[in-house]
């Protein structure tokens, strides 16, 4: 077992508990590097805290040396100990609880301000956590943070990954939801990180062919675009359907709650619902102008007439889909999997069509807003929009001799 301080790149001063591979640590400060001394891992003098964080760590050296003479092998209860964080009423469940309140009433905070984006990104979180949160009560009652180790993490990864009744890309989506929400409770508490999660995590490989079950063709694309005699319901939804598939493949929600101010000399630009701080700068093609001309709100702020309540959203989304899959039916179109068409293959689509005819994939991700946030992409100047635009005519453009021998 060793006990030592240590300064990341990012400018924090960690305490690190290491026995064998586990190796839990605990955030002491911030500190600039020319403020520590790397051989001797310790804060220097002219640290504007010196006189507090100098006793602190010093504090805890020795402690650690006299825990060290007992010969411990618990890491994380070293740890614990040595910081003072080992307060059993730290549950990971009562916690989780409390958070999704928090972003209930964030969300109405937001509703309050008309910021219905970010009400509706709010409430997916809580929407999302909620599912975990289910999941993982009926397998713990309570799971206090110092009872929190890598065994009982493992059991909860083998219930989950058992569990007949839920596939195993949601179990891991659950899995990553819990994992995510014990770094932010012991950030909030200021807990030592005892890394009960760093382990072995199942390793799910079906998204890949999931996207290509999503992918509608092109020949099935044409067979939509060109049917003509139906239903002034399902028609509205198969213009939604390729209003969406022109403006980069956004999300119904995307364009359901984007706002009159967003459509602007011929352009869309649009906030990702899913996504904070990712943005959509589009060119809104002749169908696009066609869509919002047909159904455009008259009246108010909204691009669309529709109602903006969380529930009529979701009965407008479920009316979509089932007006959608009775107008594909007739034309008997499906996916190049064979299933059912729903508005979530137009963002497959879009991308698929993109990656076939070759569309750089930086290029991809700013016309699908998506966040381009690793270091290479972060210095990167944004495409021109004209560069973007001739992409974005092209992945749309159903006459475009690359899709001919698509399947």
């Known amino acids: 077992m060793t006990v030592r301080f240590n300064l990341r790149k990012n400018g924090t001063i960690i305490l690190i508990c290491q026995h064998l591979n586990d190796r839990p640590e605990y955030k002491i400060a911030e500190c600039e590097p020319k403020y520590w001394d ?43 100990k040595l910081t003072g964080t080992t307060n059993e009423n730290y549950d990971l469940i009562v916690w989780l609880q409390e958070y999704m309140d928090k972003l ?43 009872d929190l180790d890598k065994k009982k993490v493992r059991k909860m990864i083998d219930y989950f990954m058992g569990d007949d009744a839920t596939s195993d890309q949601t179990a891991v989506d ?19 990180d005892l ?38 319901s399902q028609q509205r ?44 700068d589009l060119l809104a093609t002749p169908q696009v102008k066609k869509f919002i001309d047909t159904y455009g709100a008259k009246e108010g702020v909204y691009l669309l007439p529709f109602p903006k309540e969380v529930g009529a959203y979701k009965t407008f989304r479920d009316n979509t889909r089932r007006d959608l899959q009775a107008a594909l039916k007739k034309m008997n179109v499906l996916t190049v999997a064979g299933h059912k068409v729903t508005m979530k293959c137009v963002r497959h689509t879009f ?35 004209h560069i973007r635009d001739a992409a974005q005519l092209k992945v749309i453009d159903l006459n475009n001799a690359a899709f001919a021998k698509a399947k």
């Open 38 to 80: 790397a051989v001797n891992k310790m804060v220097k003098e002219k640290h504007p805290d010196f006189e507090f964080l100098y006793p602190l760590m010093m504090n805890i050296l020795v402690r650690a040396k006299v825990e060290l003479r007992k010969n411990p092998t618990d890491a994380p209860a070293l740890l614990a």
């Open 104 to 146: 209930v009433v964030k969300s109405k905070t937001a509703a309050a301000r008309n910021d219905i984006i970010e009400r509706n990104r709010l409430l997916g979180n809580k929407a999302r956590y909620n599912d975990a949160f289910r999941k993982l009560k009926k397998f713990y009652s309570v799971l206090y943070y110092k």
């Open 174 to 192: 659950y899995l990553g939801r819990i994992k995510t929400a014990y770094g932010y409770m012991i950030e909030e508490y200021d807990l030592a």
């Open 195 to 232: 890394k009960p999660f760093k382990q072995r995590f199942p390793v799910v490989t079906t998204r890949s062919y999931d996207a290509i079950k999503k992918r509608v063709s092109n020949e099935a694309l044409i067979t939509m675009r060109d049917f003509k005699g139906l239903p002034s």
């Open 237 to 280: 939804a198969l213009d939604l359907f390729f209003a969406t598939l022109h403006l980069g493949g956004c999300d119904l929600t995307d364009l359901y709650f984007a706002l009159k101010e967003n459509y602007i000399d011929g352009r869309m630009y649009m906030q990702r619902a899913k996504v904070r701080g990712s943005a959509m």
């Open 351 to 385: 991308a698929s069509r993109a990656k076939e005819i070759g569309v750089d994939g930086d290029l991809l991700r700013e016309i699908m807003g998506h966040r381009r946030n690793d270091v290479d992409n972060f210095y990167k100047e944004a495409y021109p929009a």
